[in-house]
């Protein structure tokens, strides 16, 4: 059997090079448009960092795992054809703001149309609106003179940072197909892929307008607990409860549960705000603004908590940060990944910027470009920061001479870092903000910091 997976990005590389390693018969095509990214594919160099990852490439690249550029030809020969393009917000025109942008699925079914001889099964694996299935398969049939196709629904739940343990161990594996005898086929030959690796009682299988919305309604749920945990992390502010006591009393209910109640900057990544905006879409095009306005909520609570974090730092300065060297620990959107998309700390530096301080940051997988375009894609002008961003060699070195520092991302190394030498370094007060609820605060406070977290009184653990 040969794959054929469109879109080389953090969804389709992990995946195919899990499906390659625990299907050693099946070929499995990886493509791209992006000739940069395939090139770092097949370099020692990969474009994305995952822990475990190199080692499952390594072992699969060459034998039944290749990174090309292709397209057509890898879809020819493709018996399933998976399609992990890119499915960003839209920027202009009608839903903008909030609709997905749909261009790149429908580029992809008009190539896989032209070019197919054999009857072939489609894979949404991409997050896309409900319906999207039914639109692919009109671009197919409208436009193939031989190719026969079925288009199932395939949503992928990794989490960056762990995506080859959540491949490897899925909570489940979720396929929509059509509920037709041809579509039944289609769901039993996915399902039998994924059987080679995943218990079949993990293998969930329904209609496709399900699995598409399952996916959407997954993150909603998700982001909705981080909003929901901040929201109360300032309510502990005010009154001296503690967020992470709140959410540990809480999360023991087994109604409840212990995971996502960590208060924190605000939450980033590629998924949960663009799949809480294509949800209220939805909703709205359905004729439900009730529904959708419930769930814009939960993107607003993330702004407001991102911008009262910056807020906190500004004011705690004396209300000023013009000129002030501010140290930021941590630009990923989370740890474990280079991956910034949607990264709080995007808005928190750009913020800062916009207040004229100057923002030395170190991350230890984000390279100096990637942070560059982001903050210029975030509305920081050219001049500023040329002027006034430092991108540094280490945690230490960012915070030489800095009046503050704000932890933005949780990497295990924080923890580790010799805090005494470091407030030594910065002019006093010395001012640490906290935004993961990372470090062990009384510690810090002994070593002479001034700590704000979230979620706790000035004087919590
Ligand atoms: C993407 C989507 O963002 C997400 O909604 C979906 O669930 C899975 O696919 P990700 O893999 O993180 O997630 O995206 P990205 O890293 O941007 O990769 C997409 C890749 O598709 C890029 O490398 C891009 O070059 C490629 N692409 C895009 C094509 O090969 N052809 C196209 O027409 C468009
Ligand atoms: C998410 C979903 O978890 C995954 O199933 C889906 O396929 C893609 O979207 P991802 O965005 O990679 O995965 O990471 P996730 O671990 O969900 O974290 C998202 C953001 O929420 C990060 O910024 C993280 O720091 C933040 N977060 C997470 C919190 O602030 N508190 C928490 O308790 C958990």
Known sequence: MNICCIGAG??????????????PDITVDVVDVNEERIAAWNSNELPIF??????IVTETRGRNLHFHTDVKEAIRAADIVFVCVGTPTK?????????ADLRFIELAARTIAEVSDSPKIIVEKSTIPVRTAEALHTILSANSEHGTFQVLSN??????????????????ILIGGETTLAGNQAVETLAGIYASWVPRERIITTNLWSSELSKLVANAFLAQRISSINSISALCEATGADVDEVANAIGTDSR???KFLKASVGFGGSCFQKDVLNLSYLCEH???????EYWDQVIRMNDWQKNRFTKKIVSTLFNTVTGKRIAIFGFAFKKDTNDTRESAAIYVCRDLL????KVAIYDPRVSTDQIRKDLLAAGVPQDCLDCNLEISESAKAAADQAHGIAVLTEWDQFNKLNWPTIHESMFKPAFLFDGRNLLNHAELRAVGFDVYTIGKGAEGS
């Not at 202009?92 to 609709?99: Q, R, T, Y």
């Not at 916009?354 to 301080?357: F, I, K, S, T, V």
Request: aromatic residues 4%; negative net charge; proline residues 10%.
């Open 155 to 172: 949503p992928e739940f990794l989490a960056e940072g762990t995506a080859m343990v959540d491949l490897a161990a899925p909570d489940r």
């Open 256 to 258: 409840i549960g212990p």
């Open 354 to 357: 916009l207040e004229e301080a």
């Open 10 to 23: 953090y969804v389709g590389g992990p995946t195919m090079a899990m499906i390659a390693s625990r299907c």
């Open 50 to 55: 995952e822990p475990g990852l190199d080692e």
């Open 286 to 292: 359905f004729g439900l603004p009730e529904v959708a």
């Open 91 to 99: 920027a202009a025109g009608i839903g903008a703001g909030k609709a």
